[in-house]
């Protein structure tokens, strides 16, 4: 049973940067490509960042890209996002997953960008 474990979210003011980590048991996260995703409230999921098996290759939505990066430790089965000048609408709750045919999902780590 594979489980996904996401952390690392909190309250901070716009403009703000927060790290978030994604580390899985019953898997090794070096095997797939990897997403990290985030709902707010009454909106659907969305994918926000992907990064491809060797890390040489990620891809980000619109919204965040110049500001977030996705990264990743294979070695460590670790799975970054970085987040930087966040915006009040950056605030969801953020998981991570594989890309195509998705894992049973985390608790996800909320992420609040408020004054």
């Known amino acids: 049973q594979v489980q996904l474990v996401e952390s690392g979210g909190g309250l901070v003011q716009p403009g703000g940067s927060l790290r978030l980590s994604c580390s899985a048991s019953?898997?090794?996260?070096?095997?797939?490509?990897m997403g990290w995703y985030r709902q707010a409230p009454g909106k659907q999921r969305e994918l926000v960042a992907s990064?491809?098996?060797?890390?040489?290759?990620?891809e980000y939505t619109d919204s965040v890209k110049g500001r977030f990066t996705v990264s990743r430790d294979n070695p460590e089965n670790m799975v970054y996002l970085q987040m930087n000048s966040l915006k009040p609408e950056d605030t969801a709750v953020y998981y991570c997953?594989?890309?195509?045919?998705?894992?049973?999902w985390g608790q996800g780590t909320q992420v609040t960008v408020s004054t």
């Open positions: 997953n594989r890309r195509g045919i998705a894992w049973p």
């Open positions: 990064i491809t098996v060797s890390g040489v290759t990620t």
């Open positions: 019953g898997t090794w996260l070096r095997s797939y490509v």
